[in-house]
């Protein structure tokens, strides 16, 4: 089980519930997990896969009610933030969100990924979704949300119930110690956690 999939299990209500993930993916994201938990789960995606439990629209175009709502590293790219937050606070009382922030990656967190990454590459043990030069991934994604932007725009809709800091560049490089290293590395403050879980409650 992913530790987000975890964390979900532990912060949605006993089932049954209607969970909607937004931006599943075309794996499914954690649908198959919530609807083994007992919860009546459906996924959303442009690309999301075939079958009952999945639908292959955009999130804005849900119709209906939910009792939470779980966006796994979807909302850092989506416009207009407000007005998309705000759509999820009409579907369900209840948010659950993994993100990162990209602005926090400093020098001495991207010295070491890079470095991990070489070495990783060097062993043939590098991830295909891992980009070699964060530079170049700067570059290519110039327009993902500030973490500041983010979390505002989820608290003016919901009030905060979590806000939790936890690594996240060990999920692209998928070394077999990389996200101790990085824990341990945020553990001493050589840079700060770049990840983030958050729990809202809608405000009525």
Avoid: N
Avoid at 10 to 23: A, D, F, M, S, W
Avoid at 189 to 202: C, L, S
């Amino acid at each position: 089980m992913s530790g987000f999939g975890t964390f979900v299990l532990k912060q949605l209500p006993p089932p049954p519930q209607r969970v909607l993930e937004i931006g599943c993916g075309e794996k499914g994201g954690l649908v198959a997990l919530l609807r083994d938990a007992g919860y009546d789960a459906l996924g959303v995606d442009p690309e999301a896969p075939e079958g009952e439990h999945f639908r292959r629209i955009d999130f804005r175009e849900v119709e209906g009610s939910f009792d939470a709502v779980v966006a796994g590293r979807v909302l850092h790219h989506v416009r207009p933030l407000d007005d998309a937050v705000a759509t999820l606070a009409e579907l369900a009382p209840l948010l659950i969100v993994d993100e990162f922030a990209p602005d926090l990656i400093d020098d001495a967190a991207q010295d070491w990924y890079e470095g991990q990454y070489r070495m990783l590459a060097a062993a043939g043990a590098v991830s295909e979704y891992a980009p070699a030069s964060l530079d170049d991934w700067r570059a290519r994604h110039p327009d993902l949300h500030p973490h500041r932007a983010l979390l505002g725009a989820l608290r003016t809709h919901f009030e905060e119930q979590t806000l939790e800091w936890v690594p996240y560049l060990h999920r692209w490089l998928r070394g077999p110690s990389s996200a101790a290293l990085e824990q341990t590395l945020i553990d001493g403050r050589a840079f700060p956690a770049i990840g983030y879980r958050w729990v809202g409650r809608r405000i009525c």
